[in-house]
Each structure stands twice: as structure tokens, then as C-alpha cells.
């Protein structure tokens, strides 16, 4: 299949951007010494301070366990601390240590750039179009999975 054959299905599009973006982004913040899913935790805990672990695990698409270790490991380094939570003692809640600060806005500059790099020679105009027509196929995508488990339907009637 030739390169302009492979990027007529949208699916295989997304996970080869998904996949070289993640590569790059990899490069360009292995200095900091973060893997992507600890980035990725970081950010959603900032955005989301004193979210249980179980709440992180779902936004990250991960299983309970896999997070557990990756907060272990952030904990470690002193990034983030567990509290627990005064209505629940089995619910561990996360937060972000002072430490975390410089951190995040490093790493925030790595995606900046790794963004507007890989957005180089892209018409501003076109962008938004393709970013309108991702979200929906988003959201379409995330009815499906909700249908899919039985919570909704995509179609009406």
C-alpha cells in the first residue's frame, strides 16, 4: 500500500499521528526524566487536584493497578502526595507536591513546542476545521463506547 493509500482511513491516520507524536514529544522530554503515562498522570492531576486514583485510572484509559504503580512512582520522586479521604478511608486522593511546579511548566513547554512544530505550514483556517471534524468524530466515538456498555445510544429513535 503506498503512503497516500494508507492515509485514506482515518483510523490508521490517528494512531500514525498519535504514534510519531508521541515519539517526538518522548525525545524532546526525556531530559526530564518522565515517561509519557507519568506526564500524562501529572497533567490530569493538575487539572483535577484531588481526584481519587480511580477517577485517574478511568481518565487515563488504565487499569486501577497500572496507575497505582505510576503514582508510586511519582510519590517517590516527590511529585505527588496520596491523601485520603475523610469520607471514604479506602479512597486515596492525589495532589501535587511544590516540587511538581517547575516540572509542569517544563514539560508544558515541550508540548507547546512538539504542538507547534508538528502545526508548521498548517492554515490556521484548515486547522480549526480539522480540529471541529476530530472532536465530533470524538464525541461520535465516545457515544459508541457508552452504547457499547449498554449506558446510551448514538442514534436517535
Given at each position: 500500500m503506498n503512503t497516500a493509500a494508507r492515509y485514506t482511513t482515518i483510523g490508521y491516520l490517528i494512531a500514525d499521528l498519535s504514534r510519531l507524536f508521541g515519539r517526538v514529544f518522548d525525545r524532546r522530554s526525556a531530559h526530564l526524566g518522565l515517561t509519557r503515562v507519568q506526564w500524562r498522570a501529572l497533567k490530569r492531576?493538575?487539572?483535577?487536584?484531588g481526584i481519587s486514583q480511580a477517577e485517574l485510572a478511568?481518565?487515563?484509559?488504565?487499569?486501577?493497578?497500572?496507575?497505582g504503580r505510576v503514582v508510586d512512582r511519582l510519590q517517590k520522586s516527590g511529585f505527588v502526595e496520596r491523601r485520603s479521604d475523610p469520607e471514604?478511608?479506602?479512597?486515596?486522593?492525589?495532589?501535587?507536591?511544590p516540587q511538581s511546579t517547575a516540572l509542569m511548566a517544563d514539560i508544558e513547554a515541550?508540548?507547546?513546542?512538539?504542538?507547534?512544530?508538528c502545526q508548521a505550514g498548517v492554515d490556521p483556517a484548515e486547522l480549526a476545521i480539522a480540529l471541529k471534524v476530530l472532536g465530533q468524530i470524538r464525541e461520535n466515538l465516545s457515544?459508541?463506547?457508552?452504547?457499547?456498555?449498554?449506558?446510551?445510544?448514538?442514534?436517535k429513535g
Open positions: 492531576i493538575h487539572q483535577n487536584e478511568d481518565l487515563l484509559d488504565m487499569e486501577p493497578i497500572a496507575v471514604d478511608r479506602r479512597v486515596w486522593r492525589l495532589h501535587l507536591l515541550v508540548a507547546t513546542s512538539v504542538r507547534e512544530d457515544q459508541l463506547d457508552r452504547a457499547s456498555r449498554g449506558e446510551s445510544s448514538l442514534r
